[in-house]
């Protein structure tokens, strides 16, 4: 499984603002964190849909957090820019599998599923900053 580039450059960018003392522009973001500034405008609107980041205006205008870092989560990020997690076709909605009653391996998939949720649900943003990944 690999997350998307939405995901991966969503967390970059918040982590990048929640690291910040101060307002940062777009262009600060994207120069820091080596992601294209056309790309970004995607990152961001779907981080500001979520609540996660909101614009400031004001002498300096640009972007902070909507909510401290320790209020925000991996799976927050996450959610930002993808639906619900589900590793393998059979635990989507709607579930499409034509052996899924009587599948063998799919409790397996689902616990895999279940332990990936949690790891980015009990991790926040002031983890990763703090380096204190629980997994």
């Given at each position: 499984?690999?997350?998307n580039t939405k995901v991966r450059y969503g967390l970059r960018a918040v982590t990048q603002i929640a690291s910040s003392t101060e307002v940062?522009?777009?262009k600060e973001i994207a120069e820091k964190q080596k992601i294209p500034l056309k790309?970004?405008?995607t990152i961001i609107t779907g981080l500001r849909a979520k609540g996660l980041i909101k614009?400031?205006?004001g002498?300096?205008?640009g972007y902070v957090l909507a909510k401290p870092p320790s209020e925000i989560t991996?799976?927050?990020v996450y959610?930002?820019?993808e639906p619900e997690i589900a590793i393998v076709d059979c635990l989507c909605e709607p579930n499409?599998?034509?052996i899924t009653e009587n599948c063998e391996v799919k409790d397996f998939w689902a616990n895999i599923n279940s332990q990936f949720r949690q790891a980015l649900s009990n991790n926040t943003i002031k983890d990763i900053l703090d380096k204190n990944i629980n997994i």
């Open positions: 499984m690999k997350l940062l522009l777009q790309y970004l405008d614009n400031f205006k002498k300096k205008s991996i799976y927050d959610r930002a820019f499409t599998c034509q």
